[in-house]
């Protein structure tokens, strides 16, 4: 189970949203390029927040506006031809750049952190490089879980907004990042496996 399970719900409600914005002449990749552009100032925003820890709250909602961004570029490529390979690299590229620039500044954020976030940015490059791997190789593009890209940022915001609450619980981090590490990898793991049953029975058809 995955929140990318939720993905066709969340796109009808931002379908409205998303013909808007064709109308008015946006283009996929202007929303791809924006999304990443967002990464980068919250990601650098974040640096700060051990010292001002209300900084900390923009990461949940920056993390669903880009869930929603990463959504709507996707439903204006396909529904509004306006898919390229240009916007194929974007879109992959982009998505692991904005994960290191959102993720590797949490190693600043408490004690013990530094590893954990490292690695954490890392599963989630790995996540999406295993993901593409399979289209690379002729299958599909696999969006398995349980660590795929919404499910890193539910697991981020949540902590962001907690902690906020509760700063006591900046304690956990380093352990939550360890935790969500390992289930990207195993989420690694699961993307490749599939993929390549997927070109096994292509083969055998």
């Not at 998303?18 to 980068?40: D, H, K």
């Amino acid at each position: 189970m995955s929140v990318y399970d939720l993905k066709p719900r969340f796109q009808a409600l931002l379908c409205p949203l998303a013909n808007g914005l064709a109308r008015a002449g946006v283009t996929a990749n202007a929303v791809t390029v924006a999304a990443m552009i967002g990464s980068f100032a919250v990601g650098g925003a974040c640096l700060l927040a051990r010292a001002h820890p209300p900084l900390l709250l923009l990461l949940p909602g920056w993390l669903f506006l880009r869930m929603a961004l990463n959504a709507i570029d996707g439903m204006l490529a396909r529904e509004h031809g306006m898919k390229t390979r240009l916007g194929g690299v974007l879109n992959e590229v982009g998505d692991v750049l904005s994960d290191s620039a959102l993720y590797l500044p949490l190693a600043a954020f408490t004690e013990g952190a530094l590893w954990p976030a490292v690695v954490f940015a890392l599963g989630a490059a790995l996540t999406e490089f295993c993901g593409v791997l399979g289209q690379a190789l002729g299958a599909s593009r696999h969006y398995e879980g349980p660590m795929g890209k919404s499910d890193r940022a539910l697991l981020v915001g949540a902590l962001a907004t907690a902690t906020f609450v509760f700063p006591g619980l900046a304690a956990v981090w380093p352990g939550a990042l360890w935790a969500g590490a390992a289930l990207a990898f195993f989420t690694s793991v699961r993307r490749c496996r599939a993929a390549l049953a997927e070109l096994a029975l292509k083969e055998a058809a």
